[in-house]
Each structure stands twice: as structure tokens, then as C-alpha cells.
């Protein structure tokens, strides 16, 4: 079974996350002190985390840039905060997918569950035998690692899935609809602008290799890898 932790200081709500989750059959736990959330959350070893932005001590962005220091799990952001820049702080500091309140808990159970598939079940046993090897630069799916010669960084499984099908079709388009297709299970849920957040967090996740300007936007039709890094060097 799924473990669940849920971030959130409403009381109420967090009861009725819990009812609903419970009917599918996840177990959950919620923050008993939010001063030591990371505490908790090593301690429990969730699957997915559903995490507020408003919260007392420190807010929703720092508890998942403390959680993304020690694990890759889904992060769902759930807040009133409807503003997009919310929406791009949420994912430029480690979240994969953002949901405002109110919401439905239909498309909560499955937005979690999407998020589960992709980075446990089907849809990651579909990619966990996969690598890529283009100029030197190796994409370990499984492990979530990018590396070139002794320089290695970590990634999402977001960032990962995007630089799956980038690196595959390495100087060719790859169009906006295909990494929506390869991403999300249902666009109709998704903002547009949400690609072009991870687009420039694997941006800067390459910068951090020291490969600038390989990820080529073209107009109109998507993003192309550009495996032209060291070559002038």
C-alpha cells in the first residue's frame, strides 16, 4: 500500500483528505509538529506528499526544498493560493504538480495517483532499464542522475521523463504536445506555462554541468536537444 503524507495545518481538511484517501486504499499520516517536518518525513518514508504553502514556522516552499535534499518522492502542492507565479515558485522549488482549493477530491485521488504510476508503477517500470549516452552526457532513468565525465546531478522524475525524450531525439523537434503526452495522463488538468517551468529547471540542471544553451526552443513547435556541448573546448 501507498503511504501518504499530508502537509497541511487545517485540521478539517486534513480529516477529509484522510476519509477519502483511505477509500482507495492508501495509508496516511499527517504533521504532528511543523517544526520538524523533515524529521517526519524521514521517519515515515512516504510514497507522495500533499503539501500546503501556507503553514506555520516556515512555508510549503521550504519544506520541499528540505525534502528534495533527501528524496525524490511526488510532492502535490494543495493551496487557497490561486496566483500564477504560486503555481511556478511551487515547481521551481521541487513540486510536481500544483492543486487549488477548493478542489475536487476526484481529480486529487487522480492526480495522485498519475503521479504514483509514473514514479512506481507502470509508466516507471516502462523507463527504469532505459539510459542515454549523447556527447558523453549519461541519463540514468532509474537512478535519476545526470552525468558527464566526473560531474553528476540529480534529478526529478519530471526532469528526468523531459530529458528521456529530449536526449532519445537528440537534434530533433520534440513537440509541446508530446512531453504534455509524456508527463501528464490528462493535459486538461495542466497549465501550458507548467513545461516551460520544468524546461528551465532542467535548463539550469544542465548549467550545473557546465552545458549551456543545449535545450533549443523552437516556436510554434516544442524544444530540441542541441549535443553540441564541448565541442569548442
Request: proline share 2%.
Amino acid at each position: 500500500m501507498f503511504k501518504i503524507f499530508i502537509i497541511e495545518d487545517d485540521r478539517r481538511l486534513v480529516t477529509l483528505l484522510q476519509e477519502h484517501l483511505h477509500k482507495f486504499g492508501f495509508v496516511t499520516k499527517s504533521v504532528a509538529d511543523f517544526a520538524t517536518i523533515r524529521t517526519q518525513f524521514e521517519q515515515y518514508s512516504p510514497h507522495l506528499v500533499l503539501l500546503d504553502v501556507n503553514l506555520p514556522k516556515f512555508d510549503g516552499y521550504y519544506w520541499c526544498r528540505q525534502i528534495r535534499n533527501i528524496s525524490t518522492c511526488p510532492i502535490l502542492f494543495i493551496s487557497a493560493r490561486e496566483g500564477k507565479m504560486d503555481q511556478v515558485m511551487a515547481l521551481e522549488n521541487g513540486g510536481d504538480d500544483y492543486i487549488t482549493k477548493p478542489f475536487d477530491y476526484e481529480i486529487v485521488i487522480a492526480k495522485i495517483n498519475s503521479q504514483l504510476r509514473r514514479a512506481y508503477g507502470s509508466y516507471a517500470g516502462s523507463q527504469n532499464d532505459r539510459s542515454h549516452i549523447v556527447n558523453g552526457l549519461k541519463l540514468d532513468v532509474e537512478r535519476l542522475t545526470l552525468t558527464i565525465a566526473d560531474n553528476i546531478v540529480e534529478l526529478s522524475h519530471t526532469e528526468a521523463k523531459i530529458l528521456d525524450e529530449l536526449m532519445k531525439k537528440a537534434e530533433r523537434v520534440v513537440s509541446r504536445d508530446r512531453l504534455l503526452e509524456k508527463i501528464w495522463d490528462d493535459q486538461a488538468f495542466v497549465d501550458d506555462n507548467t513545461l516551460n517551468v520544468y524546461i528551465t529547471r532542467v535548463r539550469k540542471k544542465l548549467a550545473t554541468l557546465h552545458i549551456e544553451n543545449a535545450i533549443e526552443t523552437i516556436r510554434g513547435q516544442g524544444y530540441r536537444l542541441n549535443p553540441n556541448w564541448g565541442k569548442d573546448e
